[in-house]
């Protein structure tokens, strides 16, 4: 198994690094880190460092030893971004959290005009801080180093130019009735960016569908089976990733 990962707001170069607060307190009173084993620090920005455990001090110190210096992991190459509509309940954390697992670059909240939830206020601040955190927390649970940007959420219009500047734009529509192409035969680019729009569980409507074509997007289909919109970005994730290679 992988060393455990913890985030620091910069990594440091080493030798020494006293590990504290919430970070420190969960590597010594959740996971019971130990002398002699080791761990990953990272900044979630693709920077991070090996380190060995020297000591851990009362509840919320983690003395590490030992560590390699500070290494960058490569930028994705294509990188995947999905636009994702609005979810029900805590439906929005189980699709940031699978996607992120997953290994998705991107997440772009979506205001889609078929979303019962709505952000709005307060209530959209807390939401939005949510799922950060949850790709954070899902980062570090799948032992990243380069977590998936959460984006501010977007309105149909600014989706569209997300779609515009993107190398593949591809919006998942499973409507038996509009034409459609298999997302697992569809041309991908080998740099760039691959934005993936997944509607809410009504569906994106057709006048979104006209903006997003409109932008350049493809209309895709992932299979047989109709998803959930919660579940369809981690599939889609997937699909890309073992295409583009970056799961082998």
Known sequence: MTAPVFVVEQVPDGPEFVLEGPE????????????????VLTDGRGHWAEGVVGAAEGKDRLVL?????????AGPAPRITVVQALPKGDRGEVAVETM?????????????SRCITQWKGERG???????RSTAREAGKQSRRVRFPDVADAMTTKQ???????????????EDRDHDSE???TVPLPEHGEIVLVVGPEGGVSPDELAVFTGAGA???RLGASVLRTSTAGTAATALLLGRTGRWS
Do not use: F, M, N, Y
């Not at 030893?65 to 992991?73: A, D, F, K, S, Y």
């Open 125 to 131: 601040l807390k939401s939005l801080a949510k799922w």
């Open 65 to 73: 030893t030992g560590l390699t210096g500070v290494r960058e992991e």
């Open 218 to 220: 493809r209309i895709c």
């Open 24 to 39: 420190g307190r969960h590597a010594v009173s959740v996971k019971r880190l130990r002398a002699g084993e080791e761990v």
């Open 182 to 184: 298999p997302l697992a």
């Open 159 to 173: 989706v569209a130019a997300l779609l515009a500047a993107a190398d593949l734009a591809a919006v998942l529509h």
């Open 100 to 112: 992120t697992e997953t290994g998705v670059d991107g997440i772009v909240p979506w205001q889609a």
